[in-house]
């Protein structure tokens, strides 16, 4: 089991740029979700999915779009990349309330 | 509304004692769940261990226990015999209930965490 994966790693984008993060989970859960930590902070809620097809907006979604298609992908795009969006960006799944995080991906846009 | 207070930006221990992280929270919830995770310098976020508020019990994982405390709204993680390789940032966070479609789901309210150094 690979658990949660995501690409890419790291990424740097110029302003007003677009992009989609990947994010994958091998473990058949329905509930997955898109965090952003901010330094220092802890993670904030962007979107999460209930099940293919399924989505809704969290605490901080603005500037951000999902899509859930299958149960194991849960990709997020961000659309007109601006500075406050530079963050680590961890995805989720969950099954029985305990939430696995992938190893997220830090993104800085300038 | 949920909310999750970490009142210890910083944490020191010498290794093999023990530490505890504080964290408090506030919910209207009957029902909720309690979290810890680590996350080390490299990133990652590790799922520690897990308190339901109608447990009886305070949970326990290895070295790691949860002093629950229900009245005063309190969960605080207590990690016996500390190792360097305990040394990382610590959050605590509450499953709280959203509702999609007419039915409730777990959100994760996360606290602004805790660094733990432990020294040799």
């Known amino acids: 089991n690979a658990g949660v994966t995501q690409t890419p790693k790291f990424r740097i984008l110029k302003i007003g740029q677009s992009m989609t993060l990947q994010c994958t989970q091998d473990m058949n859960h329905n509930y997955m979700y898109w965090y952003r930590q901010d330094p220092g902070m802890g993670l904030k809620l962007i979107y999460y999915?209930?099940?293919?097809?399924?989505?809704d907006k969290g605490e901080v979604p603005n500037g951000y779009n999902v899509s859930r298609s299958t149960t194991e992908d849960f990709p997020l795009r961000l659309e007109l990349a601006a500075p406050s969006q530079t963050s680590v960006y961890f995805c989720?799944?969950?099954?029985?309330?305990?939430?696995?995080f992938g190893p997220g991906t830090r993104l800085t846009v300038t | 509304a949920q909310k999750i207070t970490q009142t210890q930006p910083g944490m020191f221990v010498q290794e093999k004692e023990a530490v505890t992280l504080d964290c408090t929270y506030d919910?209207?919830?009957?029902?909720?769940?309690l979290f810890w995770y680590k996350q080390p310098s490299s990133g990652e976020m590790i799922f520690l261990i897990y308190q339901g508020s109608y447990d009886q019990q305070n949970a326990t994982e290895g070295r790691y226990s949860l002093n629950f405390q229900k009245a005063r709204k309190s969960a605080n993680l207590v990690i016996s015999a500390s190792q360097l390789g305990d040394s990382a940032m610590y959050f605590c966070?509450?499953?709280?209930?959203?509702?999609?479609?007419?039915?409730?789901?777990?959100?994760?309210?996360f606290g602004q965490g805790t660094i733990l150094t432990v020294h040799p």
């Open positions: 999915s209930v099940g293919a097809g399924i989505t």
């Open positions: 966070a509450m499953r709280g209930l959203f509702n999609a479609g007419g039915t409730s789901y777990g959100k994760l309210t």
């Open positions: 919910t209207s919830d009957p029902s909720y769940g």
């Open positions: 989720a799944s969950s099954y029985g309330g305990v939430q696995y």
